[in-house]
């Protein structure tokens, strides 16, 4: 017997949801650095119980386990993004502690041990075993000298502590790779102004006798080729990945001459933000398990004889890939999956999940699944998003309602919205609210070409495209004209400000300790972008002119809209001073709005309280603007000028 079931309507925005602001808070384990070692595999894992300390675990015959106790912390702060902090190898994992930033030695069942010595200033990340001459190479980055950026270097570092420049010269290094009969080294390095997408060298040199590098010469790469990824094959031919078709594809360098070895429209690397990325591996000489985006979705595949051939997944976003012969770890998520990290035998085709991010996740009935959308923008490009529509098990908007729109940037803003479940996203459409997840032009998975859409063009090509995507979805009738929200943080903030500041689209929006003076970035970037803002928005000579034209701070009497201001106190990225200025212009035009602060809060809400307390302070605002009756138990916010 079938039973009818309807769902009751609701005004969208006053959905009752299982997935609270508590929910969201308690967030996911973070998962990272996926390792390989014989019969074990290891990975990095957040416990935000214990301070957001990172923590080295270990599978293998004999379960799960941690290898690296309280009050380790496993992480580099090398380019102040890290990554890279570890290496398993042979039973022993080798790892950067986050305190003092000195390498430590742990074995299976042992206590960690402190390698390089104390106190001199040094962080290392994206180490690599030299087993014969008894030392790792990694990178090094000095902070001794006390100057404003410190000097990285390529460095081996004994396993008696004993340090050795290898290479230096260049403002930045990174994947130092070891061939397997230890003879040669291949690494990564690059120079201001340049970021690492934009171009990177390949160099390979042979180990001397004495340990010290000979020979050194330029594979590949330039001021506008990007190379990430360099790896060796188990018979010991290097392969990398580039981007000198305009897509990061795959290439082998054999006696002197580079070949393609898949090319197509799709990305096999990605953006060197951090140390340690890895989007495939060899399973045999001749057969190399790899994963690739396209469209913004990731798929998993073999590579053989140049044919690509796919692998079943259930993941559409693949975040790392280590492979040893038939075993395959990947770390990955899909829209009802929270990234989690799988052991695929190839073999007999089986599969285990050893680490799930979110242990315990919604029903599906309230998880809204993102359709992947193109639409087009200003002077002719498209554009892409996820859009994910409102969806509640219990709960459906009344006859002719069209549900307010959130629309969201990421951040980078050389980043990449992907389709992976994340509760912040689903907080919003189990309650009525449609989202609309843009991968404006600069984003990366969709080429080189787009990433170059941003060049100079921050502040500009990220709003037009957000203001499109609203339009967009306004015109299909798909959401409603007269509610549409923006959101973002930090940088996204600044389009968030630019989109209400220089358009007339959105309703209402709100920032996240975004910045609106872009000249303030500047004086206080680290090194790693200390030029990017040359990339982002303007050379030095112009720079002064471009900056003040696209500061929503210069321009507060264009600010027409309601908004709601998150500031942490503590945040010395994007001083308060900046949303301040703002929200103060804004209360003597008499427009709505709302600014609330969080004490012990930096660039970034790490308090499951300020969690609780933002996500709740921005629905009741949304709720408040657009007269949507307010749930019972809902915290009031204080909102100036709102009748």
């Not at 004889?305 to 890939?321: H, M, N, Q, V």
């Not at 280590?322 to 035998?345: F, N």
């Not at 989202?435 to 404006?440: G, I, Q």
């Amino acid at each position: 017997m079938t039973i009818a079931t309807s769902k009751h309507p609701l005004p969208c925005g006053a959905w009752p949801s299982p997935i609270s602001a508590a929910v969201v808070a308690a967030g996911a384990v973070p998962l990272s650095q996926t390792m390989l070692d014989g019969p074990r595999l290891g990975w990095l894992e957040g416990r935000a119980s214990e301070g957001g300390r990172t923590t080295l675990m270990l599978h293998d015959a004999a379960g799960t386990r941690e290898l690296t106790p309280a009050p380790f912390n496993v992480r580099s702060r090398v380019h102040e993004y890290g990554g890279g902090a570890c290496l398993l190898a042979g039973g022993v994992a080798w790892f950067s502690h986050h305190v003092d930033n000195r390498l430590y030695r742990v074995e299976i069942g042992g206590q960690p041990v402190a390698v390089s010595a104390e106190g001199t200033g040094h962080r290392f990340a994206d180490f690599v075993l030299d087993g014969a001459r008894q030392r790792l190479v990694a990178v090094r980055e000095d902070h001794s000298a006390g100057a404003a950026h410190p000097v990285n270097t390529l460095a081996a570092v004994g396993f008696d502590g004993v340090e050795t420049v290898l290479v230096d010269g260049n403002d930045f290094y990174a994947a130092p790779r070891l061939s397997p009969d230890g003879r040669q080294l291949a690494w990564l390095c690059w120079d201001h102004p340049r970021m690492p997408w934009e171009g990177t060298e390949l160099w390979l040199a042979d180990v001397a006798a004495d340990g010290t590098l000979v020979n050194g010469r330029l594979v590949a790469g330039g001021l506008d080729e990007s190379i990430c990824q360099p790896e060796w094959s188990p018979g010991g031919v290097l392969h990398f990945v580039s981007d000198r078709s305009g897509w990061w594809n795959l290439y082998r360098y054999d006696h002197g001459v580079v070949h393609a070895l898949c090319p197509r429209a799709a990305e096999f690397g990605g953006p060197h933000w951090s140390f340690g990325g890895s989007l495939y591996g060899f399973r045999s000489e001749d057969e190399i398990v790899c994963a690739y985006v396209e469209q913004g979705v990731s798929y998993l595949a073999r590579l053989s004889g140049g044919k690509l051939l796919p692998l079943e997944s259930p993941y559409e976003e693949i975040r790392e890939l280590r492979v040893q012969g038939d075993v395959v770890a990947v770390l990955g998520g899909a829209p009802t999956i929270a990234p989690e990290l799988a052991r695929i035998d190839l073999a007999n085709n089986s599969s285990e999940v050893l680490a799930h991010s979110i242990p315990q996740l919604p029903a599906t009935g309230y998880l809204s699944v993102p359709l992947a959308i193109d639409y087009p923008s200003e002077n002719g490009r498209t554009a892409h998003a996820f859009y994910y529509a409102p969806t509640n098990a219990d709960h459906a908007p009344p006859a002719r309602e069209l549900p307010p729109l959130i629309v969201i940037g990421h951040g980078g803003p050389t980043g990449m919205a992907a389709s992976t479940l994340k509760l912040s996203t689903q907080y919003w459409t189990s309650r009525g609210f449609a989202v609309l997840d843009v991968n404006y032009g600069g984003s990366t998975g969709f080429g080189r070409a787009y990433r170059n859409l941003l060049k100079h063009q921050w502040g500009v090509v990220d709003v037009e495209d957000c203001v499109a995507g609203a339009r967009h979805l306004a015109a299909q009738g798909i959401v409603d004209p007269e509610r549409l929200l923006i959101r973002g943080s930090s940088a996204g903030g600044l389009t968030v400000l630019s989109a209400l500041g220089f358009h007339d689209v959105f309703k209402a929006g709100a920032s996240y300790y975004g910045v609106s003076d872009l000249a303030g970035l500047d004086a206080d970037s680290h090194k790693f972008e200390s030029h990017y803002n040359q990339y982002l928005i303007a050379p030095p000579e112009t720079a002064a002119a471009v900056y003040r034209e696209r500061s929503p701070i210069h321009h507060t009497d264009k600010l027409r809209r309601p908004m709601i201001f998150f500031q942490g106190l503590d945040d010395k990225v994007v001083p308060p001073q900046q949303s301040e200025s703002v929200v103060e212009a804004l209360r003597a035009r008499k427009l709505p709005v709302a600014y609330l602060t969080l004490e012990g809060e930096g660039h970034g809400f790490r308090k499951a309280d300020s969690v609780v307390r933002t996500l709740e302070a921005e629905l009741y605002f949304y709720l408040r603007v657009f007269g949507i009756p307010v749930p019972d138990g809902l915290p009031a916010v204080e909102i100036d000028n709102l009748a």
